[in-house]
Structures are given as structure tokens and as C-alpha cells.
């Protein structure tokens, strides 16, 4: 079992930045890769980033590509996502996610097994 809890969300104009973090508790944390996924109002939740059990690899969304960024602190059982230069279409609640059982990175929402209760993010113009 994992347990994942988000935190960072919040409101900000475009243009600004933001750090959601999501902190893991359970199965070793070292031992999974984790990712972020988002939903917008009236849309499927889609895909942002992923990073692998040692942080060596990351995937990203081409929309967020160059302006996030997601790190792990595996000492503190945490994954970052930095996010820069938002825009009103980021907003959605954010959802980390954790991978335990594929070996390698994917970013598909299926293949996730442990999800977090999500954080808003919401970008004014």
C-alpha cells in the first residue's frame, strides 16, 4: 500500500510559479517511479510528467515541456513539480500518482496504481 498526499496548490496569476509537492508513505519510496497527472474542468485527466524510482529519467507532456519540471527527494519520500511560466489553460487539479509495479517509466493513467486526493491549481489572466 501506498498513501500519496499533494500539497502546493493554489491560485496564481499567468506568468507566475508554483511547487506542488506530494509526499509518500507506506511501500519504500525509492522502489517506484511516480508521476503527475492533471483534470480540467469538463476534461479527462491527462498526463503532465513522470520520473523514474532514482530520478535518473523524466518524461513530459509536450504542453508543459520547458516550463515544469518534476524531482524526487527520496530521502524525504517526496516528488516536486515545479511548475513556471503557467498559463490559464494549466489550471486543473493535480494529481500525483504511483507506479509500483511497471520497471519501466510510463506515462499512461492505467498503468498507475496509488493516487493522491489532488490539489488545485488555478492560473488567472
Known amino acids: 500500500q501506498v498513501q500519496l498526499v499533494e500539497s502546493g496548490g493554489g491560485l496564481v496569476q499567468a506568468g507566475g510559479s508554483l511547487r506542488l509537492s506530494c509526499a509518500a508513505s507506506g511501500r519504500t519510496f525509492s522502489s517506484y517511479a511516480m508521476g503527475w497527472f492533471r483534470q480540467a474542468p469538463g476534461k479527462e485527466r491527462e498526463f503532465v510528467a513522470a520520473?523514474?524510482?532514482?530520478?535518473?529519467?523524466?518524461y513530459y507532456a509536450d504542453s508543459v515541456k520547458g516550463r515544469f519540471t518534476i524531482s524526487r527527494d527520496n530521502a524525504k519520500n517526496t516528488v516536486y513539480l515545479q511548475m513556471n511560466s503557467l498559463k490559464p489553460e494549466d489550471t486543473a487539479v493535480y494529481y500525483c500518482a504511483a507506479d509500483v509495479v511497471t520497471i519501466v517509466v510510463v506515462t499512461t493513467e492505467g498503468e498507475y496504481d496509488y493516487w493522491g486526493q489532488g490539489t488545485q491549481v488555478t492560473v488567472s489572466s
Open positions: 520520473i523514474s524510482w532514482s530520478g535518473g529519467n523524466t
